[in-house]
């Protein structure tokens, strides 16, 4: 649900018990990790429903402010990975970065010089389209939310009984 005083995402999350009934609201609360739990996680009615049911609801204070950091942290993380490209340092050594950028050594780099001095093509100058992409797109904004959010929430494992193989 879109909140609009916070204008942010506002998630809520209800839990059945393995027959399919719903859980009660506390028993909701014991999926939630600690931190969270009467903090960021509360118990709180559904909108939607008329009979006022009970759901956890995260608290969507901080998404804003949590989302535009990572977003930052993400966009920081390839400016310096295009700016290690450019000035020719190795990025395939930094941690995490496996796969991500191919080895440039091996290029032959000749040809393609001769041939771009053939060429006679104008030189245009302006912001280059790297420059302008960043690295979560507006429509991946949706995945890293629930990925975030996820964090909050760990089930509860339920002994399986009376099931055969």
Known sequence: ??????????LYLSGY???????????????????YKDKTVTLEDFP?????IKMAS???CKHASVMKTLLDRAD????????????GKAVGSDPGMEGLVDEVAKLDVKSAQEAADKDEWEEVEGVDADEQEVAIRVDQYLVVFLKVRTHHVLPTPWPRRGITV
């Open 58 to 60: 995260v608290h969507p």
């Open 76 to 87: 920081a993380a390839l400016r310096i990975r295009r700016d290690k490209l450019r000035s």
């Open 48 to 52: 939607f429903f008329a009979n006022n």
């Open 1 to 10: 649900m879109y909140s609009p005083y916070y204008r942010t995402p506002r």
């Open 17 to 35: 018990l393995p027959n399919g009934q719903p859980l009660p609201p506390q028993s909701m609360m014991d999926d939630i990790v600690g931190d």
